[in-house]
């Protein structure tokens, strides 16, 4: 028998099976994409965030150091090389967001870029915070006469950084208290899938600072064989 009417135009053997009319599965499939784009988005924002905050502490951390940098010279330098594997994840998932924004990927171009001051101090930031770092580990390990010029370098970049540092904070630490506890509290981690994964990077991230903290700390003795003043 075979059944007459408006409702023909849904019968699953007029459409293969589809179940709708021409079209309705692709819009499906492409409201799917958009949610797991928004999902990418989401998930990489949520990173981020709780990154930063690792970074945050880690941070405060070493400023205390830099008080009495002489006499907590071992926490200084434990302390600046646990922080180089979290800084190069951060550095990692913002320019993930930064190539997608600009390669055009429609969930990125949908949350849309920071503002612009920001945007522009972004790349500022990682370059200082780059060079910092890896002076600081290269007073540890270069010869003897190449460390005046390499603690000159670490100061100056320094100063720079931390004047980059503070805009860079200041304008990202509300999303950063908004976002980052957001994968660890049981009402908001199922909201976007991930969640274990971004913990457990964040996690390796900090025992692979550790483990290369302890490698690194028994290079203090060539540090303070030639040049036992400089930390002062």
């Known amino acids: 028998m075979r059944v ?5 135009t849904w019968l699953p053997s007029r459409y293969g099976g589809l179940g709708g009319p021409p079209g309705e599965d692709s819009r499906g499939t492409r ?14 924002a949520r990173l981020t965030a709780a990154n930063a905050a690792v970074l945050l502490v880690l941070l405060a951390a070493e400023g205390v150091t830099i008080l009495r940098v002489h006499q907590l010279l071992s926490p200084h330098v434990f302390i600046g090389v646990v922080l180089i594997p979290p800084v190069l994840l951060k550095v990692a998932s913002t320019t993930w ?10 969930a990125y171009r949908r949350k849309g870029p920071p503002p612009v001051l920001l ?10 915070t780059l060079v910092l770092l ?3 580990v290269g007073l540890l390990l270069v010869s003897r006469q190449w460390l005046p010029l390499l603690l ?12 980059a540092m503070t805009i860079h904070v200041l304008g990202h630490l509300g999303k950063v208290f908004r976002l980052a506890p957001r994968d660890w509290l049981r009402r908001t ?3 976007v899938t ?8 964040i996690a390796a991230s900090l025992v692979a600072g550790v483990l290369l903290g302890f490698v690194l700390l028994s290079h203090m003795g060539h540090w303070l064989s030639t040049a036992p003043g400089a930390g002062q």
């Open 97 to 106: 967001r930064f190539a997608r924004y600009y390669t055009g990927a429609p």
């Open 31 to 44: 409201r799917r994409g958009e949610r797991r784009g928004d999902a990418g988005v989401a998930g990489n």
């Open 189 to 191: 981690r199922r909201e």
């Open 119 to 128: 945007r522009l101090l972004g790349p500022v930031v990682v370059i200082l």
């Open 4 to 8: 007459e009417g408006p409702d023909e």
């Open 194 to 201: 991930g969640a274990g994964t971004r913990q457990w990077l």
């Open 134 to 136: 890896f002076s600081g």
């Open 152 to 163: 000159k370098l670490h100061k100056a970049s320094f100063v720079l950084w931390f004047g």
